[in-house]
Structures are given as C-alpha cells and as structure tokens.
C-alpha cells in the first residue's frame, strides 16, 4: 500500500530534550517536506527537500533540522524543544513539486512540549 | 510570497444542503489551486484540484470554481452527507514551487 508513515504519533517531551520524527515514504517520491499544523494558522510548511541531500526551509524552520540520506526516509530534528514547538506535525511527499503532482500526507505527529 | 486566506473557519450545513468555502489568493503568478479534506486523526487528503487554465471542475458530488481575474476560488459540495464532515483546506502553488495553504474550514454535517 502506498503510503506516507510518521513515528511516533504522539510525543509528550520535556524542553531542552532532543527528539527526532521519523518519516518514510514507500512511492519513490522525490519530494518531501515538513508542515506544522496550529489552530487558526493552517498547515504551514517548516523544510523541504526536493532530492537526496537537497534540503532547503520553508516558512517556519527556526528550530528545526531535516536531512535526506536516502530517497525514502525525511526525519524532523528537534535538537531543543521549547513549549512553542507544541503542535501537530505532518510529512508529506509528492512525485514531483506538490504544484506539479499530488501530495500524500502522513497521520500526523502530535507533540506536546513541557 | 503568496497568502491564502479562507472562508468561513467553520460551516455547519443540514444534511442534504449545499456547503460552500471561499478562499483568495494574493499572487497573481499562482496557477495551481487543490482542496484538502482532513478527517478526524489522518492527515489531509486531495480531494479535488484545478489549473489555472480551468475556470471550473466537477467530480461527483465536489466542484471547485476558479476566477483568475479576481483571484480567488471556492469549493462546493452538494448534497452533503454526514461523511463529509472534516476539516477543509484550500492551498495555492506556482509550479516548481510550495503550496501556501488557507487557514481551514471545519465543516459539520447535521443529520
């Protein structure tokens, strides 16, 4: 089955402490990227990768990190969570640019920063 | 860079009516225009799309309307059944570029 994987879908975190969210895509998609998703803001989008090793931000990156080692796999990196980092994350990835092809998101990730 | 801006955050319809949710783009540059339906739990899922070239298109029960001139397009959907109660969202992209997404609709459905 075609599909975008996220782990873990909840995580309860302390500030400070370093945690990475996994993503995986099973379609040997090109593009991948990050969204944050709060309430009365929308799905705002945190980095993109357009290729392996190919990384760039997006709108809201400030304390995040992603890296593309291999085609199907795109972990977020918090390296210090703060409270405001508190939302529900999503993966997404496309064949191409999401404009030229269909996103396919993941079930999201809902992180609680304390 | 591009905003969106959607309309209304919440709709509430019979079961049976129409719903419509409105959203307006601000880059007159951006010709592609999706509708995300996000269900309790999961995350967003195409539902329907459209091209700039396009001013409107149907699948089933779900259109989308686009004018360019004015910029903005809208979502429709007839005859509501409680399965389409979600939450909305509409998304706007240059190609080669993101999609900036609006701000949602939650849409509910009374029986």
């Known amino acids: 089955e075609a599909q975008v994987t996220q782990n873990p879908r909840y995580l309860i975190t302390v500030t400070g402490k370093k945690l990475t969210v996994t993503c995986s895509q099973n379609?040997?998609?090109?593009?991948m990227s990050w969204y944050r998703q709060d309430p009365g803001l929308g799905l705002r989008q945190i980095y993109y990768s357009m290729n392996v090793e190919v990384t760039d931000k997006g709108d809201v990156p400030e304390g995040y990190k992603v890296s593309r080692k291999e085609k199907r796999n795109f972990p977020l990196i918090l390296e210090s969570p703060s409270p405001n980092q508190t939302s529900l994350y999503f993966c997404a990835s496309s064949l191409s640019w999401p404009g030229v092809s269909e996103a396919f998101f993941g079930q999201g990730t809902r992180l609680t920063v304390v | 860079g591009e905003n969106v801006e959607q309309h209304p955050s919440t709709l509430s319809v019979q079961e049976g009516d129409s719903a419509v949710i409105k959203c307006t783009y601000s880059?007159?540059?951006?010709?592609?225009f999706p509708w995300y339906k996000q269900e309790l739990g999961k995350g967003p899922q195409l539902i329907i799309d459209i091209r700039s070239n396009v001013g409107e298109k149907k699948d089933q029960r779900i259109a989308v309307t686009l004018n360019k001139t004015a910029k903005h397009f809208s979502l429709h959907i007839t005859e509501t059944q409680p399965e389409d109660s979600a939450v909305y969202f509409c998304a706007a992209s240059i190609i080669d570029e993101k999609l900036t997404f609006g701000t949602g609709t939650r849409l509910t459905i009374i029986p």
């Open positions: 379609m040997n998609h090109e593009y």
């Open positions: 880059d007159s540059a951006s010709n592609y």
